[in-house]
């Protein structure tokens, strides 16, 4: 062991502390995860990406640790999935609580199309769902940590743009369901927590409530334009910040009127005739995948929180800001 000349001993000491200062200053402080947990996903990005600058890396520590604060515990539950109806006639923007004493007969679907009239009970376990869609700001973080060039970059030298299509909060805008299941497991490999893209059932519970007999997956279960929903043609932008308007009663932000959001599931119109009881996860096999809210500004029926939505190609071949997902824990304990 090398001896350090006492005289040296309160400098060496001094560099030392500042040493370990500079280094627990780097760290963010989370919400829920404790200090030893953000250092070591600190150290696996620098594992992971030895080449990239300190600066990329703390970019991409804040990320994955705001991506796990902003986790919402969602408790498991069962319910009755699918388009449970809704007096036809009521008005979106004041709805009754379901079934509220309407007689049948005025009770119609909800969806326009049939593959989602089969209702079906549902057994989920916890998991934790996401309250934000992922940002554009943290999806271009995935592209520059793979080396890869971030999409539209002639586009985004346009300042007429940037508001519109480029500001970070935006809802991050994909062209594939790949591309939205590959960031969640991204996150998932930083992290070392299982995430995931959310399952159908787990979406729908969540937009629901916990499986409750809500129309629209907004705070009251009705359209309240300018305050949980927006205002169609509002400074005639396709999408808005992720964190714009109220939540519903969890939490969760903009799950319809923003963008879709992708799910982890194939699409098959009968399969709620054979889903499992529990957690389904969707047909083995299929062609298209499903989406799930509204982008804006479709109709608002397309809102509803039971509305099952596909993809018309299995992958697209420019990036679509209508189209954007958030991901999941899949795990039954919170973090």
Known sequence: MPV????????????????????????????????DKVAEIAATIERTYPKLSTEIRGQLLNTVVKSLDNMVFVEGGEFQMGDFGWPYDDDPKNLCDWPCGVDPERMGNISMDGDDDFVHP???????FSKYQTTLGDFDLFFIAQGKPLFDAEDRKRED???????????????????????????????????????????????????????????NGSLDYGRNFPIAGEKKRLTFAVDSLVPNPLGI??????????VNDWYDKDYYKVSPLINPTGPAIGKL???????????????ASTVRRWAKEPVGKQYLQGHSFRCAIQFDQAI
């Open 122 to 128: 549902v057994k989920l376990s916890s998991y934790s």
């Open 4 to 35: 350090i000349n006492k005289t040296l001993l309160p400098l060496f000491t001094s560099i030392m502390l500042m040493g370990c200062q500079a280094q627990t200053s780097v760290l963010p402080k989370s919400q829920k995860l404790s200090a």
């Open 289 to 303: 995948r499903i989406l799930r809210g509204s982008s804006y500004p479709e109709n608002p029926l397309l809102s």
């Open 253 to 262: 932000y903009n799950l319809a009127g923003n963008a879709t959001d992708w």
């Open 161 to 219: 743009l940037q508001e519109m299509f480029y500001a970070p909060k935006l809802p991050a805008p994909v062209k594939s369901w790949q591309e939205a299941k590959d960031y969640c497991g991204w996150l998932g490999q930083l992290s070392g927590y299982p995430v995931d893209l959310p399952t159908e059932a787990q979406w729908e519970y969540a937009a629901r409530n916990r499986g409750q007999y809500v129309v629209f997956p907004t705070d």
